[in-house]
Structure formats: C-alpha cells, structure tokens
Nanobody
Framework: QVQLVESGGGSVQTGGSLRLSCAAS????????MGWFRQAPGQRREGVAG???????KYADSVKGRFAISKDNAKNTLYLHMDSLKPEDTAMYYC??????????????????WGQGTQVTVAS
C-alpha cells in the first residue's frame, strides 16, 4: 500500500516562495513515477510537475521557470519548490504516484495513489 503525505502549504504574498514536501512509503520513488498536481475550487485537477521512472522531469507551461521538482530517495520524500508565486497558483496541491510515462506525467488518469493535499494560498 502506497502512502503519500503532503506538507508545507500555507499563505504567502505574490512573489513569495514555498516548498512543498511529500513523504512517501518506502521504495515508492523506485517503483513509480511521481507527480505534483493542483486543484483550485471549481476547476479540474491539473498536473504541475513530475518525475518519470528515468528521473526525467516535466512541467506545466504555467509553472516553468518558477517551480522545481526534486526528490530525496534516501528520505522517500518528493519536493516542489515554488518561487515567484502568483494568485493563480492558489489551489490544493496533491502528491501522486503511478505508472505514468514521460508523455503522460501531467495526466491525472495515469496515477493510482494520491495524498490528502496541502493548501497553497497566494494573496495579491
């Protein structure tokens, strides 16, 4: 059973930074592709960034140059570093694990396991 627990969300001003963490059960990173997703109220969940099985990364166009995904395999932890935050980044952020290929890293349907989410709010 894969368990994912996100943390690090909060409220920041426009232009601020946050680092989200996702603690995963052992060996999750070696077995699955990992991704970060977000969902704003009334909107569909969307992919933000992800690692495939070769550790290749992919980012949504809306966050390229501002967000960076990283991981620490020894700690079984996935990170999302978010800089230059904008009000439109406000959402619940979720960590996910699945068998996504690089081409489908940002697709919700290719992930089987999800965390409970952590809220990010960016004030204008």
């Amino acid at each position: 059973q894969v368990q994912l627990v996100e943390s690090g969300g909060g409220s920041v001003q426009t232009g601020g930074s946050l680092r989200l963490s996702c603690a995963a059960s052992a060996y999750t990173h070696s077995k699955y592709s990992m991704g970060w997703f977000r969902q704003a109220p009334g909107q569909r969940r969307e992919g933000v960034a992800g690692f495939d099985s070769r550790d290749w990364t992919k980012y949504a166009d809306s966050v390229k140059g501002r967000f960076a995904i990283s991981k620490d395999n020894a700690k079984n932890t996935l990170y999302l570093h978010m800089d230059s935050l904008k009000p439109e980044d406000t959402a619940m952020y979720y960590c996910a694990a699945g068998h996504a290929s690089w081409s489908s890293l940002l697709l919700v349907d290719d992930y089987n396991y999800w965390g409970q989410g952590t809220q990010v709010t960016v004030a204008s």
